[in-house]
């Protein structure tokens, strides 16, 4: 099946410091990504659409600016969580989707970062 | 607004019985319904995809039914094991790749 990495796994940092989150398709070529995000308990709520090339499309009530994707290539996405604060403490995830997939349905997902913000 | 709802409450049975979870959703056609496995501190793991014109998928000791007209899914194992205790959550979707809304997720425990 197809592989998606994520790196780091898990990162702490400080109150005002950027975080860079890297999403990897490792065996496919993904036109699109996904980056989602979940709070303890909760479920996952999808933050953004990447299509390689091109911008990001935000979901509603999640800041472009404080939370910048670049997907520069077919296997590569990034999340930058920029001055970060506690409040974006939270489980990062991302998924991959290729249209050379079965149905190009299923999306692959990352096995997530821990973000924690002091 | 689009909602969807898993069972919230923890669901526990006993190893070897069928495990069935449901999925329900309101304001919303999707064209596909899918499931997924998570494990605590774990990305997702892709179980079953069914399309709105298919009314039963199977995959081992999974089944998933899929009825539109009552807008609801549910998910089947059979023969639980211990190793399927997981969060399972479930999440539509429209055709053409475009994104999922997941559901709140059910906690299942099969206990020996």
């Known amino acids: 099946g197809a592989v998606v990495s994520q790196h780091p796994s898990w990162v702490i940092c400080k109150s005002g410091t950027s975080v860079k989150i890297e999403c990897r398709s490792l065996?496919?070529?993904?036109?699109?990504m996904f980056w989602y995000r979940q709070f303890p308990k909760q479920s996952l709520m999808l933050m953004a659409t990447s299509n390689e090339g091109s911008k990001a499309t935000y979901e509603q009530g999640v800041e472009k600016d404080k939370f910048l994707i670049n997907h520069a290539s077919l296997t590569l996405s990034t999340l930058t969580v920029t001055s970060a604060h506690p409040e974006d403490s939270s489980f990062y995830i991302c998924?991959?989707?290729?249209?050379?997939?079965?149905?190009?349905?299923?999306?692959?997902f990352g096995p997530g970062t821990r973000l924690t913000v002091l | 607004s689009q909602k969807i709802e898993q069972n919230s409450e923890a669901l526990n049975i006993q190893e070897g019985k069928t495990a069935t979870l449901t999925c329900n959703y309101t304001?919303?056609?999707?064209?596909?319904l899918q499931w997924y496995r998570q494990d605590p501190g774990r990305g997702p793991v892709f179980l079953l995809l069914i399309r709105e014109n298919e009314k039963e998928k199977r995959k081992e000791r999974l089944k998933v039914t899929f009825d539109t007209t009552l807008k609801q899914s549910l998910f089947h194992i059979t023969a639980s094991q211990p190793a399927d205790s997981a969060t399972y959550l479930c999440a539509l979707g429209r055709g053409g790749g475009n994104k999922l809304t997941f559901g709140t997720g059910t906690q299942l425990k099969v206990e020996l």
């Open positions: 065996d496919f070529q993904a036109t699109t």
């Open positions: 998924s991959a989707r290729s249209y050379t997939g079965t149905s190009g349905d299923e999306q692959f």
């Open positions: 304001n919303y056609s999707p064209a596909y």
